[in-house]
């Protein structure tokens, strides 16, 4: 990308429309990163003034308009045009005037590869005899995509890194966060009311973390009008490892044995009782959620069941089976929820595809991930060493 010279000793002006805090938050995002320019220039340097849209300011003054059409967050386009003395920049909703924001920051040569990690450009772009070329640039999200760029945090993430990825995720222009279903009594708002045990706690095996950590996460998410969604490798979280102790035949056949550890029977009648009680249970404990990831197992999203009934349908066809008795209750529950589930592109089955089912193709953490939007908080994630003891 070819970085935009910025002329930094002018008085710019930031305007931005009354009663948008999210656009007032990427604001103050854009002046702090036009002081850090500014201060090559000398420690005194001011940040741009920020001012609402009360006056319409001389064209001739240096102006950076943030506007957006305000439609739902699910659009995250903007455009951004620039001139001498002016810039616009403008978001199909708020959401997408932050992205705006981060992505002309980008273009004059801001990167963040890392959480709490920033680099600024080079000296010779931001000679203050050169102002920026008239150029445009535009970016439109994809419409009717339901998969847009996100975040997956998984169960062994540490919440204390919660916030610089977040922050991270901002900058980058990824638009959703995706916690696990583990994690979901962390991201539910606690009221002074509510005990600090989760009413779902049960189904998982083991929870931990701080209740409350979820309302900071959704403040956080809320001032850069982030979504956030729920699931990941969670289609087992439906079905608890507990009930091997009870009924066996729920469980995945390996070799004529029962397999406890990783995903299930899809055919046995128990297991999908389960399936249909569990995930009511969590579809009805977050309404706001429109979007989950029910994937199998990691590491072993093609290992189904080989028991007689199972032998009967193929490895796709047994993944759909299950992911779409989860589906028929969200369909039931919220008729504008969405499944997503894996399957390779390559898959082939005669079960039809419920309405409410996306299928991917490729998990975070894979090659080509990215490329469709799909960013993993592991990617950052040092687990602690473990030291063995000398005999």
């Known amino acids: 990308m070819k970085l935009l010279h910025f002329d930094v000793s002018k008085e710019w002006v930031i305007h931005i429309p009354l009663g948008m805090p999210v656009v007032k938050k990427s604001a103050e995002d854009l002046s702090h990163y036009i002081k850090l320019l500014r201060n090559r220039a000398g420690p005194s340097s001011k940040p741009p003034l920020i001012q609402a849209y009360d006056t319409v300011p001389d064209h001739r003054s240096p102006c950076i308009f943030l506007l957006s059409e305000g439609n739902s967050r699910e659009q995250t386009g903007f455009f951004w045009h620039i001139e001498k003395n002016r810039i616009e920049i403008f978001g199909e909703s708020d959401r997408g005037v932050c992205n705006g924001v981060f992505d002309f920051l980008a273009t004059l040569g801001f990167r963040w590869p890392e959480p709490d990690q920033e680099v600024l450009p080079p000296v010779h772009t931001i000679n203050p005899q050169e102002y920026l070329p008239k150029e445009t640039y535009r970016y439109y999200h994809a419409e009717g995509n339901p998969l847009r760029r996100r975040l997956l945090f998984e169960r062994h993430h540490p919440s204390s890194t919660w916030k610089s990825l977040i922050l991270w995720a901002v900058r980058n222009q990824i638009d959703t966060l995706v916690f696990s279903l583990y994690l979901s009594h962390l991201l539910k708002r606690k009221r002074p009311q509510e005990p600090a045990h ?14 409350h950590f979820g309302n900071e ?7 850069y009008a982030l979504t956030i969604e729920r699931g990941g490798w969670d289609l087992s979280f439906l079905v608890p490892r507990r009930y091997f102790w009870f009924n066996r035949e729920i469980f995945r056949m390996d070799s004529g044995k029962r397999d406890r550890k990783n995903n299930f029977c899809p055919t046995s ?43 009967a349908f193929t490895l796709e066809e047994q993944g759909r089976i299950a992911v779409s008795t989860a589906a028929d209750v969200l369909a039931r529950i919220n008729p504008k929820g969405t499944i997503s589930f894996y399957e390779r592109s390559s898959g082939r089955g005669d079960i039809a595809v419920r309405s409410n089912l996306v299928k991917i193709s490729h998990l975070p953490g894979e090659a080509g991930a990215e490329a469709e939007g799909w960013f993993s908080a592991a990617r950052f994630h040092k687990p602690k060493a473990r030291f063995m003891k000398h005999p």
Not at 198 to 211: C, D, E, N, T, V
Not at 217 to 223: H, S, T
């Open 269 to 311: 009648p128990d297991t999908l009782n389960l399936i249909r009680g569990n995930a009511e249970k969590i579809f009805l404990a977050h309404p706001e959620t429109l979007v989950y990831h029910l994937w199998p197992d990691r590491g072993y999203e093609r290992a189904w069941c080989s028991c007689p009934t199972c032998r």
């Open 217 to 223: 996460v959704f403040d956080l998410a809320e001032k």
């Open 198 to 211: 989760h009413p779902l706690a049960h189904i998982g095996q083991r929870i931990i973390g701080p209740y």
